[in-house]
């Protein structure tokens, strides 16, 4: 029977969830193809239907589950309803939140971190660059427009922080926390701390002027 292309859509993006839990768990050079596809329950006649070899599938399984999973937590910027100030502490929220609870964002983040001594494998990280390089540039917007809104000019007093290195200071900061998650997940909870990390990284990135 002639399968339908929403079953082979299915399919395929059974194969890039499955890829990506198992390249995580056990690195590009350990992962098999038999493994992946007994993951996502097919066969690996399944596989080569979608992807023409293992690099292929690394490539894809980590370029569109990081589209997916990044969709939902940059929604949070994109709420034109909300002050820029808490557009941001939602996207900080968002970020920790779905580090712990979203399989996909976790797994993906994991496997970003490890290296892949293959030059055919080094554009693989290109999906989570431009994800970073986006939030960047809209953290700093919304920065900007934060401080205008609150009556802050740019270096009008000692604890003002440019709107790009306020960027830089969130993302890194969000980065460096999951990092810290993925090699200690007993040290801390990001999904149940994840309001008080949004009011430290966003307090020192946005600080409020003084009083007085």
Known sequence: ??????????????????ALAVFAERGYAAATLAGIAARAGLTRGAVYHHFTDKA?????????????????????????????RERIRAFIVAFCTALE??????????????????PELASGLDGK???M???ADQLTVLLAEAAEEEGEEEGAWPGAVPPESGAIAIIS??????????AC????????????????????????????
């Open 1 to 18: 029977m002639r399968r339908s292309p929403e079953d082979a859509a299915r399919t395929r993006s059974a194969l890039l969830r499955a």
């Open 56 to 84: 292929e599938l690394f490539l894809a399984s980590i370029e569109e589950n990081w589209g997916a999973a990044a969709g939902p937590i940059w929604a949070h910027l994109d709420d034109t309803g909300a002050a820029p």
């Open 101 to 118: 609870e979203d399989e996909v964002m976790s797994a993906a983040f994991a496997l970003s971190m490890q290296g892949v001594d293959a």
């Open 129 to 131: 660059r431009r994800v």
């Open 133 to 135: 390089q986006a939030w």
């Open 173 to 182: 900061a969000l980065n460096g926390a999951a990092a810290t998650w993925v």
């Open 185 to 212: 997940p007993d040290l801390f909870s990001p999904a149940r701390q994840a309001r008080p990390l949004a009011d430290a990284v966003l307090d020192g990135a946005l600080p409020r002027r003084p009083a007085g």
